[in-house]
């Protein structure tokens, strides 16, 4: 069975294009009591771009803090808050941030309409009703999460996405303006998540045209930000985003992005370090990225931490490769069906060990 997938409606691309926002959200504003609720990562508090925030009426600026990536718990907490500010339902929420902030935003508007905690949807088409209209103003380029199914949530046992056709996002803005201030080390390890999607995706088994078409360009549209010098290099990684996350969403992600996971769940590593982290011990298996990729990092004068496992207990390093292998699809996609043959337990110790 093919599958048969949605994807984002509408999409603005261009700079400056955020001001268009209010234009955009004006037909959702049906009555007086309509409101919107704006999820802004709290990065952005009394900065120029939350300033431009189209607030309107009774709408609600929700400033949300990532410094640890979602869990279930700030979802179910954030839509209680929204729930007590007014007694209706807002009629949009308007993510904006980087994958993290997205993420959040999209939880919120599945929640909003479905019972019960945010944990319980965690896994494949579980939601039962259509989210709240919800839009996405990216401010990071790289994780695709902008056009993705997926609201990746850490939960009581498990970082696992919520996956539905109600996930994706209405609409989407993305103006290459906002990523003027991005701090370069945040730029380079989000851009990578990007540039890790098309290799894993490119290389996979799971790999077809349609895929191979969006990777392709994301990867050349990579290449072209990471190894030389445009000046529209926002533009381009924008793009490069875009595309990877059309490329995995008709693949499926790899190696690295299933060891990712494993750090991400016992150490709290942030997902585009993490895969930063996880890609630089895979050469054995993604040998002319992890190649390419060390370019990009001595051309951008990146250093990965070190010695990140060292003072984990055994139990603390048994749990990150059951979460790492917990991930089959990913492994299937990269090594084939007989994966487990490959990827043994102490295969993937000894790589988490050397990290
Ligand atoms: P992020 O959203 O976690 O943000 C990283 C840091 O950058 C934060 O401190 C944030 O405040 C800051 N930041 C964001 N925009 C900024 C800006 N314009 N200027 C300065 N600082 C800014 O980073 P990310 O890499 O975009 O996203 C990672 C998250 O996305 C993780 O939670 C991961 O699980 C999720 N993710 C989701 C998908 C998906 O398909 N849904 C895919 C990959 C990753
Ligand atoms: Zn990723």
Not at 50 to 78: C, F, Q
Not at 272 to 289: K, N, R
Request: hydrophobic share 40%; proline share 5%.
């Amino acid at each position: 069975m093919y599958r048969n997938f949605r994807i984002v409606p509408n999409i603005i691309f261009g700079r400056g294009s955020f001001s268009q926002l209010d234009d955009v959200l004006a037909p959702r504003r049906v009555n007086a009591e309509s409101f919107m609720v704006f999820v802004i990562d709290d990065v952005f508090t009394d900065s120029p771009l939350e300033m431009r925030v189209p607030l309107r009426g009774s709408d609600l600026l929700l400033r949300v803090n990532v410094d640890d990536e979602p869990k279930t718990s700030y979802i179910d907490a954030l839509v209680a808050q929204i729930r007590a500010y007014l007694p209706q339902t807002p009629v949009g929420i308007i993510g904006i941030g980087g994958g993290s902030a997205m993420d959040i935003a999209k939880a919120v508007s599945l929640m909003l309409n479905n019972p019960g905690s945010s944990a319980d949807y965690q896994g494949w088409d579980l939601i039962q009703n259509p989210a709240v209209y919800h839009v996405a103003v990216p401010t990071l380029a790289g994780t695709g999460a902008e056009i993705s199914r997926t609201a990746i949530l850490t939960g009581p046992v498990k970082k696992l996405g919520i996956n539905s056709d109600y996930t994706l996002f209405d609409q989407i803005l993305l103006d290459p303006d906002l990523l003027a201030e991005v701090p370069k080390d945040q730029w380079f390890y989000t851009g990578m998540d990007c540039y890790i999607h098309d290799v894993e995706s490119l290389q996979g088994t799971f790999i077809n045209e349609f895929s191979k078409a969006y990777g392709e360009k994301s990867l050349d549209l990579c290449r072209q930000v990471f190894l030389e010098d445009h000046p529209d290099r926002d533009d381009k990684l924008m793009m490069a985003s875009y595309f990877g996350g059309m490329s995995i969403a008709y693949s499926q992600v790899g190696a690295c992005h299933a060891l990712s996971y494993g750090l991400s769940y016992v150490l709290g590593i942030h997902h585009g370090i993490g895969c930063c982290i996880a890609f630089d011990y895979l050469e054995d298996i993604y040998p002319a990225g992890v190649a390419e990729f060390r370019q990009m990092m001595k051309r951008h004068d990146i250093s990965l931490p070190r010695g990140l496992t060292k003072n984990l207990d055994q139990a603390a390093m048994e749990k990150m490769v059951t979460t790492a292998l917990g991930l089959v699809p990913l492994w299937q996609n990269c090594l084939g069906p007989d994966w487990e043959k490959i990827m043994t337990r102490e295969r993937t110790m000894e790589i988490y060990r050397r990290m």
